[in-house]
C-alpha cells in the first residue's frame, strides 16, 4: 500500500526553503526503497524531494515549498502482519525557522488480509 502526503503552501510569508517532512511508521509496516528499483514510482506520481533519508522506520524528505504550491511525497509500504496498529504523527518543518510547521494527528489502523471480504 502507499502513503501518500500533500504539503500545501497557504500563502502566508514568502517560499518555504529548507522543509523537512517526517514520517515514522508501525512496526508492522516494511518501507519499500524505490531508489533499488529499476521502476522507481511504484506509487504513482511524486515530487521530487531535495534529499530523502529512508531509514528502518522512517522516512525523511526534504524540498523547498514555493508560494500558493503543494507537492506530493509518496511511500510504498508493505504489511508484514495483519493487526491493529497506531500511525504516528505526521509532521513537516521549516528546519531554520520555527515559525513555519504543520502536524497531521497520528492515528489506529487496521491492516486486514486483501481479497474478498465476505
Request: hydrophobic fraction near 35%.
Amino acid at each position: 500500500f502507499v502513503a501518500t502526503v500533500t504539503i500545501m503552501h497557504p500563502g502566508i510569508k514568502s517560499s518555504y526553503k529548507n522543509m523537512a517532512l517526517t514520517q515514522v511508521f508501525p512496526s508492522g509496516w516494511e518501507i519499500h526503497n524505490s531508489r533499488m528499483d529499476e521502476n522507481q514510482n511504484m506509487g504513482g506520481k511524486s515530487d521530487l524531494p531535495t534529499y530523502q533519508d529512508i531509514r528502518d522506520d522512517r522516512v525523511y524528505t526534504y524540498f523547498d515549498l514555493y508560494n500558493g504550491g503543494s507537492k506530493t511525497y509518496k511511500v510504498v509500504l508493505n504489511a508484514a502482519y495483519c493487526g491493529r496498529f497506531y500511525l504516528p504523527t505526521v509532521y513537516t518543518e521549516a528546519m531554520y525557522d520555527n515559525t513555519v510547521s504543520a502536524r497531521q494527528p497520528g492515528m489506529w489502523i487496521d491492516v486486514v488480509k486483501g481479497g474478498m471480504v465476505k
